[in-house]
């Protein structure tokens, strides 16, 4: 059973688009909610996380938006460019004050790409 | 700093033999995880270590897989005997502090090719 599920599988935009990548899960004892972003023969690195606390948070062109009522949360790429063009996974975990140890269970990915 | 140092990069292997994958975590790094990446069942945690002292192993998919942390700068994840449904991408990633929200570290992983 899936812990997260992503969508879309992929996704193609045009340059200065705003791509929005979602996901969803179950188990509310999650309340960690970290995005990773991979680039061809790299692992994944981390790109932006936000807790159940808020709403919304920004990092720059990225942003999560996070609606607890309905466990879901999205990434939105402002202005997005060909070098955003990568695999994008959404993940969940437990903070320690939840028992667990920040150790993301990984949604499947979306394949992003921003044509020029 | 290096980052995770993951070898080899590629190993093309044949069926049945052993195969030993490598990692070197970021130095004052002291939680080690390794991660299987494959298109059907997408990154999947093996197993970690906390301290050199593998903390949960409930991941490694069967009893051909092993890992071992001897010491705070190295881990190999071993398969014996190697299958071809155990080709995928081998990630390893380290992290300051256990429970560390800052997220870890990947390597940039071995790509397995069992024919």
């Known amino acids: 059973q899936q812990q997260v599920k992503q969508s879309p599988q992929s996704l193609i935009v045009q340059k200065g688009g705003i791509p929005i990548i979602n996901c969803a899960y179950e188990?509310?004892?999650?309340?960690?909610f970290p995005w990773y972003q991979q680039f061809p023969g790299k692992g994944p690195a981390l790109l932006i996380a936000i807790r159940p606390d808020v709403s919304e948070k920004k990092e720059g062109r990225f942003t999560i938006s996070f609606n607890k009522s309905a466990k879901q949360f999205s990434l939105h790429i402002m202005d997005s460019q060909p070098g955003d063009s990568a695999t994008y996974f959404c993940?969940?975990?437990?903070?320690?004050?939840?028992?667990?140890?920040?150790?993301?269970?990984f949604g499947r990915g979306t394949s992003l790409i921003v044509h020029p | 700093d290096a980052g995770v140092i993951q070898s080899p990069r590629h190993e093309v292997t044949e069926m049945g033999q052993e195969v030993t994958l490598r990692c070197k975590p970021i130095s004052g790094h002291n939680s080690l995880f390794w991660y299987r990446q494959t298109m059907m069942r997408g990154l999947e945690l093996l197993i970690y270590f906390n301290n050199n002292v593998p903390i949960d192993d409930s991941g490694m998919p069967e009893d051909r897989f092993s890992a071992k942390m001897p010491n705070a700068s190295f881990s190999t994840l071993k398969i014996q005997p190697s299958e071809p449904r155990d080709s995928a991408v081998y990630f390893c990633a380290s992290s300051l502090n256990f429970g560390d929200s800052y997220g870890y570290t990947f390597g940039s992983g071995t790509r397995l090719t069992v024919v």
């Open positions: 993940a969940v975990a437990t903070s320690p004050l939840g028992g667990g140890s920040y150790i993301p269970t």
């Open positions: 188990n509310t004892a999650f309340d960690y």
